[in-house]
């Protein structure tokens, strides 16, 4: 074989290598000892070339064919087989080991035990129970949910892809899963796609995989409408909506949840793992704040309006006066939590696995919320489009976009942006107070 000066290897100059009458190879500019062998057939096939001290020659060592391996993916593998060679590993071991590569489903586990255990604490526990709940179900079919099972029936081929190697998931298979997924809801299928992103992230950090993201790619290229999913009421309704919980409030069987609804539009919070896990000693109503251990923001501290101060202040002179339902004795654990729930802290085996013994006082509240959208014919929403209802009204009010960000606990102004986006009656409104005449 001839031999060359090394020359960076770039993905360009790789493709324009041509077949000779007998092979030849290339060196590496970049990683010392890595070769591409272009044979006569025209394969091009990657090499590392290393002197073995100990038997004083050098040997070749095979990493994989061009374009399957790609020039980044080579270089990547050459340079940790040299730092394991320097630490006493035999070359050849470690290619061998490189050689067996990971699958989607074994990723996809290391990834959840890495950053979605039930332990973590970087992560709400209720984010990192969601994300394994709906990977096991999507990724492995671990579900006893009849509407997954009958998607997984019909889509067997674009969701059991957890046997695949990793250098087989491509952008179409994403695109197939995500499509698959989307038949019960686009909003966990996006949710998914955002794992399964994370994931190879992960993947390539850890040297499982050298190609580009799979997942990596806007909304636009799942071939699904960019819409947003908050399901909120007009800011003219509100007034509306509390006066509703006030008035179902006075039957006894509803006070308690009426009051946790009520605060849930008030302040906006999460009505299942902060409002109704609020306990007294996280409310200042000196300084108008509550503090949050766990929530899905992370720990911090949320202000609240005079409404939620005075709303806040009669729960907690209910439970101090001795009233029920607020009122629980102080041996009951109740006791803890600002709106009694059944809360107890154990947990329950399911077969989708250990969860949390569901709060009692949610379900209730859920029917309850159904009964009045019935009766005051408010359009049907989830319980969710308080917290979004409770954004849209800031914004009418002309909340800044900064002030709603720390209002909302979001980590990040681009989701709080979005209220403001699905808000058009508002940009209506200032646009009136507009004048060009001079004072």
Same mark, same amino acid.
């Given at each position: 074989?001839?031999?060359?000066?090394?020359?960076?290897?770039?993905?360009?100059?790789?493709?324009?290598?041509?077949?000779?009458?007998?092979?030849?190879?290339?060196?590496?500019?970049?990683?010392?000892?890595?070769?591409?062998?272009?044979?006569?057939?025209?394969?091009?096939?990657?090499?590392?070339?290393?002197?073995?001290?100990?038997?004083?020659?050098?040997?070749?060592?095979?990493?994989?064919?061009?374009?399957?391996?790609?020039?980044?993916?080579?270089?990547?593998?050459?340079?940790?087989?040299?730092?394991?060679?320097?630490?006493?590993?035999?070359?050849?071991?470690?290619?061998?080991?490189?050689?067996?590569?990971?699958?989607?489903?074994?990723?996809?586990?290391?990834?959840?035990?890495?950053?979605?255990?039930?332990?973590?604490?970087?992560?709400?526990?209720?984010?990192?129970?969601?994300?394994?709940?709906?990977?096991?179900?999507?990724?492995?079919?671990?579900?006893?949910?009849?509407?997954?099972?009958?998607?997984?029936?019909?889509?067997?081929?674009?969701?059991?892809?957890?046997?695949?190697?990793?250098?087989?998931?491509?952008?179409?298979?994403?695109?197939?899963?995500?499509?698959?997924?989307?038949?019960?809801?686009?909003?966990?299928?996006?949710?998914?796609?955002?794992?399964?992103?994370?994931?190879?992230?992960?993947?390539?950090?850890?040297?499982?995989?050298?190609?580009?993201?799979?997942?990596?790619?806007?909304? &636009?290229? !799942?071939?699904? *409408? =960019?819409?947003?999913? #908050?399901?909120?009421? @007009?800011?003219? +309704?509100?007034?509306?909506?509390?006066?509703?919980?006030?008035?179902?409030?006075?039957?006894?069987?509803?006070?308690?949840?009426?009051?946790?609804?009520?605060?849930?539009?008030?302040?906006?919070?999460?009505?299942?793992?902060?409002?109704?896990?609020?306990?007294?000693?996280?409310?200042?109503?000196?300084?108008?704040?509550?503090?949050?251990?766990?929530?899905?923001?992370?720990?911090?501290?949320?202000?609240?309006?005079?409404?939620?101060?005075?709303?806040?202040?009669?729960?907690?002179?209910?439970?101090?006066?001795?009233?029920?339902?607020?009122?629980?004795?102080?041996?009951?654990?109740?006791?803890?939590?600002?709106?009694?729930?059944?809360?107890?802290?154990?947990?329950?085996?399911?077969?989708?696995?250990?969860?949390?013994?569901?709060?009692?006082?949610?379900?209730?509240? &859920?029917? !309850?919320?159904? *009964? =009045?959208?019935?009766? #005051?014919?408010?359009? @049907?929403?989830? +319980?969710?489009?308080?917290?979004?209802?409770?954004?849209?009204?800031?914004?009418?009010?002309?909340?800044?976009?900064?002030?709603?960000?720390?209002?909302?606990?979001?980590?990040?102004?681009?989701?709080?942006?979005?209220?403001?986006?699905?808000?058009?009656?508002?940009?209506?409104?200032?646009?009136?107070?507009?004048?060009?005449?001079?004072?």
């Amino acid at each position: 074989m001839n031999t060359r000066p090394r020359v960076n290897l770039y993905k360009t100059y790789v493709d324009n290598l041509k077949p000779k009458n007998k092979p030849y190879f290339v060196c590496d500019s970049e990683v010392v000892g890595l070769r591409a062998v272009v044979q006569v057939t025209g394969i091009i096939t990657w090499y590392l070339q290393r002197y073995n001290k100990a038997k004083k020659y050098s040997q070749r060592y095979k990493i994989g064919n061009y374009p399957e391996c790609s020039v980044a993916a080579a270089r990547q593998i050459a340079k940790q087989v040299k730092a394991k060679a320097v630490q006493g590993q035999d070359p050849a071991v470690t290619l061998k080991d490189t050689e067996k590569e990971k699958t989607f489903g074994e990723l996809m586990s290391e990834f959840v035990k890495k950053k979605y255990n039930r332990y973590s604490t970087t992560k709400a526990k209720s984010t990192t129970y969601s994300a394994r709940v709906s990977i096991d179900a999507w990724v492995y079919g671990k579900t006893d949910d009849p509407k997954i099972l009958k998607i997984w029936k019909h889509n067997k081929e674009a969701l059991n892809i957890k046997r695949l190697g990793l250098s087989k998931i491509t952008h179409e298979t994403i695109v197939d899963f995500h499509q698959a997924v989307s038949q019960k809801t686009e909003y966990n299928a996006n949710r998914l796609v955002g794992y399964i992103r994370e994931a190879f992230n992960y993947a390539k950090v850890k040297q499982y995989f050298f190609k580009d993201n799979p997942a990596s790619f806007e909304k &636009k290229d !799942l071939n699904t *409408e =960019i819409k947003d999913h #908050y399901d909120y009421f @007009k800011p003219s +309704l509100v007034p509306d909506i509390v006066a509703a919980f006030d008035k179902e409030g006075k039957q006894y069987r509803n006070k308690v949840a009426c009051a946790g609804l009520k605060a849930a539009l008030l302040c906006g919070g999460r009505y299942q793992t902060e409002v109704f896990n609020l306990t007294v000693n996280q409310i200042d109503l000196e300084n108008k704040t509550i503090s949050y251990k766990n929530s899905k923001g992370g720990q911090d501290v949320r202000p609240i309006n005079d409404d939620m101060v005075k709303h806040l202040q009669w729960v907690i002179d209910q439970r101090t006066a001795g009233k029920k339902p607020f009122y629980y004795p102080p041996e009951d654990m109740r006791h803890r939590y600002l709106f009694p729930n059944y809360k107890f802290g154990s947990n329950i085996r399911t077969k989708r696995g250990i969860k949390p013994i569901k709060l009692k006082h949610i379900k209730c509240c &859920k029917n !309850l919320w159904k *009964e =009045i959208c019935r009766k #005051y014919k408010f359009e @049907k929403r989830d +319980l969710k489009s308080l917290r979004h209802t409770f954004a849209v009204y800031m914004i009418h009010l002309g909340v800044s976009i900064r002030a709603l960000q720390k209002m909302m606990l979001h980590k990040s102004i681009e989701t709080t942006e979005i209220y403001a986006a699905i808000a058009p009656e508002t940009v209506t409104k200032e646009m009136k107070k507009v004048s060009f005449k001079a004072a």
